[in-house]
């Protein structure tokens, strides 16, 4: 959190870099820039000629009453305006999602979902999230929909159209648990041509599903007739029943037919022909009725059959006439292949857009990758990325696709958001000699992204080298260039190179449009979440938080999402480095909670806020809690390796690990291993400064290690070598030296540790612990009491029970015989929940202050006690004498400070010695 | 593999272009596209867009390996005129 004195520092980083400061947005899932994006939400409008056919309208109110509602048929089947029409005739609320093949990733699905039951007038609570991952969704945020539809008084009618597009079966298994959990809540109807993979006989058993099939949707004799008299066609029953056999009730067909007829001289004669004819039905029609149309609306059918959605501007970019509005309004209302959305927004009818792109193939062959990009190059005009970046690789046109991608200022797509997948996905189809400084720079991103540092290195070198020169370059393209800079900077430990990266950011910036920064948040976001990654690293604590206050403080979009976790968990970082157990925890559990709303893959993403956890219990004995922790934050196999910057290896991250790895071995009493889980805190290559913090912790153990072993004088040389700039080696090197009886250097170390106000009990109460056992050696067992309580009082709001456990069997002695002495240490017991078989833990009739190490022996006798063993017993398997056996039960028993075997054998457990 | 897949009604030159990958011979009634498919999601990826030009698929089968090419094909269109006299 920023604290008062920060704020200017906050406020010149982000002015400098763009953000506007405006208030948080709420978590969006709005994947930003598609203008058609809301298209997808509307219930499709009725043409004119639609016939509502009342068997089907009443075999479809069926579906209030089941959960499931499957309608299911062939492309032209007249599903989509079927449930559309009766749609308009709930009562209750009514979210649409027409599915695209973009929706092939649980996150991206989901965020789409989630914002159709809005738009539908669902009012999701804002607590609900969404996920921030285009490849996965927390299982959470599927509980959270489920209960809350399962909660509403009216339930929401969720239709989700062209289903066949989605062919995931992870997504398939995910609305089938909404759809169970949701209850009465939630009324699914699914329209799709192909079958879905629900465990549909399980509806079926239980009667809870609604079924519209093929068969079912196929006209009758009756409605054929209905329908070809809207069309102006009035046929006898025979001549109907022919159409009808020929097209086998087929929607789509019966209207291409009347279509075509009605523009024949002699409809009825026209029809007789057709139903004689061999052809496949929808082909040969949409040819007839193509064929009767001007040659420009021919031309423009065919051009236009490239698209998915268009406006008649675009389809005269394609064309280059400019009738289309004209053209597109005839056909809209005459009913064929147009479909109007909404905007001036409109669609061909998904069969007819594929017939006409085999025609287009073969009237024109190659123009296809013309008008590919001729649209991309509107699109990126238009300011529509998305689409223009599909066009750009549907033409091949990879140079113009990389500078579209970077012009836009959208490089950070590649690292985070739900586009992250779909773009990397993309630009791998990108050949490897697209020339062009862009395309260098997606390669280099996209090897940045993949925590590939040297490949994104050198790429960054090659996009240097092109000719043209730097300054020559758009300005976005100079920025991107810069955060990638960052980046590499970040991976590679190089805090020198980010700031000159950033201050270039800076004197850039002021030449970009206030609304291009603003249109990209995960921009800045993602440049001073690396520059505060590497400013932690390298130890310049306060400009670290500055920058990752300000990240934090982005405007909050699924792309921001993870970046705030991030940064979140860093904060937390810092603080337990500064020693402040409790404020670190919070803001641990804070970025937790921003990865669960957001459905944020755990780890790596979360993983530093688990690191802090992990230290924190460690710090306060809690040892099982620690190691829960420690393993949450460790990547899980099979995690999806897609890109996102929160998934390179980062060096802070890495060593963070290895430090609280070494210091929970540590505290077992693990001391080798400890030693060994440090070698990754200080990585010998592949960063260029070292951290002092990752040193200093490191040396820390290993000094601690020493002294366990009874070298205090190598612990104290190790510690001195830098004991001016870390008080946590002043304070421990001071501690050495006392072992070594050296009290005058002790307290010589003390003062000069550089102890500031900004330092936490973590660090403060390890020094007053050090003053209490001088005091004590020197005798003046008043003062050193003194400075015990005081040690005390300051550890006991954090929980901070570690250096009291590490100091030795001294302050056991200092503080008196057992509980009811001193109420304000009986905190200092370790919290032990409940043993293995559940139940609440006996509570310990003493505290667990202080162990002195069991001697080997020690331990061999405590081992065998605890199997009830006799004292003849102990000393029969050790091959030792009875009075041995006695010898070490007494120092047992002292270092335990209990005075029987019971009450040895519990403490020992306590303690997990045993 | 080799496959072969019966599309119900003639198939214009416009749609059998669809298929470039395909051999195709127009019979009575019915059209038969043929020819080697790579693996499962090709023969996938067929079905899908047989459907999404509003085709109806009548018959698919896998069709025993031959070396000989031309031979093959003339098989076809022995077979399929003895289905359609079948019919």
């Given amino acids: 959190m920023a604290r008062p004195e920060r704020t200017v520092a906050v406020n010149t980083v982000t002015d400098t870099l763009g953000d506007d400061g405006r208030e948080r947005s709420a978590p969006g899932v709005d994947p930003a820039g598609d203008p058609f994006l809301h298209t997808r939400f509307v219930v499709p409008a009725r043409p004119a000629t639609f016939l509502r056919r009342r068997r089907l309208v009443g075999h479809l109110n069926q579906a209030l009453s089941t959960s499931l509602t499957l309608v299911d048929g062939p492309a032209g089947a007249g599903k989509t305006l079927l449930v559309a029409d009766w ?21 991206v699905f989901w965020a789409y979902v989630l914002q159709a039951l809005r ?3 669902t009012g999701l609570p804002p607590g609900i999230g969404g996920p921030a991952d285009a490849g996965r969704v ?26 066949e597009r989605v062919r995931s079966g992870e997504i398939a298994d995910q609305v089938q648990f909404v759809l169970q959990h949701a209850g009465p809540g939630l009324r699914l109807v699914l329209v799709t041509r192909t079958e879905p993979l629900l465990p549909l006989h399980r509806y079926r058993a239980a009667g809870d ?18 329908l070809l008299a809207a069309h102006g066609l009035h046929l006898a029953a025979p001549g109907v029943r022919a159409l009808v056999e020929r097209t086998q009730g087929w929607a789509a067909g019966l209207r291409l037919c009347a279509l075509a007829a009605q523009q024949s001289p002699d409809p009825e004669a026209y029809l007789k022909e057709f139903e004689a004819g061999q052809s496949t039905v929808a082909d040969f029609l949409l040819a007839e009725v193509l064929k009767s149309r001007p040659a420009e609306t021919q031309d423009l059918l065919l051009r236009s059959s490239v698209l998915t959605r268009f406006r008649p501007e675009l389809v005269n970019a394609l064309t280059g006439r400019d009738d289309a509005e004209t053209l597109l309004g005839e056909l809209h209302r005459d009913n064929a292949f147009v479909a109007h959305l909404g905007h001036s927004c409109y669609r061909l009818h998904p069969l007819f857009a594929e017939i006409l792109r085999a025609h287009l193939r073969v009237r024109f062959p190659g123009l296809e990758g013309e008008l590919h990009r001729r649209a991309a190059h509107w699109l990126s005009r238009s300011g529509s990325l998305a689409e223009a970046l599909e066009h750009g690789a549907a033409a091949g046109d990879w140079e113009f696709t990389a500078r579209a991608l970077v012009d836009g200022l959208a490089i950070g797509q590649l690292f985070t958001g739900l586009r992250s997948d779909g773009l990397a996905r993309l630009f791998s189809g990108m050949p490897p000699g697209t020339p062009g400084r862009c395309a260098h720079l997606v390669r280099a991103a996209l090897a940045l992204s993949r925590g590939d540092v040297d490949g994104g290195l050198a790429r960054l ?40 990266a950033v201050r270039t950011a800076r004197e850039l910036r002021r030449s970009v449009p206030d609304e291009q920064l603003d249109g990209h948040p995960e921009f800045t976001a993602l440049l001073l979440t690396n520059l505060g990654a590497v400013r932690l690293w390298a130890g310049h604590a306060e400009e670290a938080r500055t920058a990752l206050t300000a990240a934090a403080g982005c405007p909050g979009t699924a792309a921001t999402a993870p970046l705030r976790q991030e940064c979140l968990g860093y904060l937390a970082w810092a603080d337990l480095l500064d020693g402040w157990l409790n404020r670190a925890e919070r803001q641990a559990r804070a970025a937790l909670a921003e990865a669960e709303r957001f459905s944020l893959a755990p780890p790596p993403h979360a993983s530093t806020a688990w690191l802090v956890l992990a230290a924190v219990a460690t710090d306060r004995s809690e040892l099982d809690v620690a190691q829960a922790h420690l393993d949450r934050s460790t990547v899980r196999r099979g995690a999806p390796a897609g890109a996102c910057g929160g998934r390179a290896p980062d060096p802070v991250t890495t060593a963070a690990q290895a430090v609280v790895r070494a210091r929970l071995l540590l505290a077992r009493g693990h001391l080798r291993a400890a030693l060994v889980a440090l070698d990754a805190a200080v990585p010998a290559t592949g960063v260029t400064v070292p951290s002092p913090w990752a040193e200093d912790c490191a040396a820390l153990v290993t000094a601690a290690v020493h002294l366990a072993e009874g070298r205090p004088g190598t612990a104290a040389k190790a510690l001195e070598a830098a004991a001016e700039r870390s008080p946590a080696r002043a304070v421990a090197a001071a501690r050495a030296r006392l072992e070594l009886g050296e009290h005058e250097e002790a307290s010589r170390l003390l003062d000069a540790a550089p102890l500031r106000a900004h330092h936490g009990p973590a660090l403060t109460v390890r020094a007053t612990l050090v003053r209490a056992r001088a005091a004590d050696l020197r005798g003046d067992t008043a003062a050193a009491r003194r400075l015990l309580a005081r040690a005390l009082l300051d550890a006991r709001r954090e929980r901070l029970r570690r250096p009291f456990l590490e100091a030795g069997p001294w302050v056991r002695r200092l503080l008196g015989p057992g509980p009811g002495h001193d109420p304000s240490w009986d905190w200092l017991s370790p919290r032990t929940d409940a043993d293995a078989h559940g139940r609440p833990a006996e509570p310990s009739p003493y505290p667990a202050v202080v162990v002195e190490r069991l ?60 | 593999m080799r496959y072969e897949i019966r599309i119900e009604g ?22 038969v596209l043929f020819g080697p498919v790579v693996d499962e999601a090709h ?45």
Avoid at chain 1, 87 to 107: K, M, N, Q, S
Avoid at chain 1, 140 to 157: C, G, I, K, N, Y
Avoid at chain 1, 209 to 226: P, S
Avoid at chain 1, 866 to 889: F, G, P, R, W
């Fill in chain 1, 87 to 107: 749609a308009t005739t709930l009562r209750g609320p009514v979210a649409w999602l027409t599915a695209e093949g973009t929706d092939r990733t649980p996150g």
């Fill in chain 1, 138 to 163: 927390d299982h959470t945020l599927l509980v959270r929909l489920a209960e809350h539809l399962s909660e509403r008084d009216r339930p929401v009618t969720l239709v989700l159209d062209e289903f």
């Fill in chain 2, 10 to 31: 003639h198939m214009s030159r416009m749609l059998t272009e669809a298929f470039p990958e395909l051999d195709h011979v127009v019979m009575s009634h019915q059209t």
């Fill in chain 1, 461 to 500: 070198r090659r996009a240097e080298e092109e000719p043209g020169g730097e300054e020559r370059e758009s300005v976005p393209a100079r920025l991107s260039h810069v955060l990638l800079r960052v980046l590499a900077a970040r991976m590679t430990g190089a805090p020198a190179a980010a700031e000159r």
């Fill in chain 1, 119 to 121: 738009f539908g007038g």
């Fill in chain 1, 209 to 226: 599903i609604t079924e519209i099939r093929g068969a079912e949707l196929a006209f009758a004799d009756d409605e054929a007739a209905a």
């Fill in chain 2, 43 to 87: 023969l996938y990826g067929l079905l899908a867009r047989c459907q999404s030009l509003g085709l109806h698929v009548v018959e698919m089968r896998r069709m025993p390996e031959r070396g000989d090419e031309t031979h093959e094909t003339g098989t076809h269109e022995t077979r399929g005129r003895g289905d359609a006299a079948g019919s």
């Fill in chain 1, 855 to 914: 001697s080997g022996r020690e331990r061999d006798v405590l081992e065998r006690l605890a199997q009830m063993m006799s004292t003849e017993e102990i000393a029969a398997d050790l091959y030792v004498s009875v009075n041995t056996v006695k010898t070490h039960l007494k120092s047992v028993y002292r270092k335990l400070s209990v005075n029987r075997r019971g009450d040895a054998v519990r403490r020992a457990r306590e303690l997990r010695l045993l």
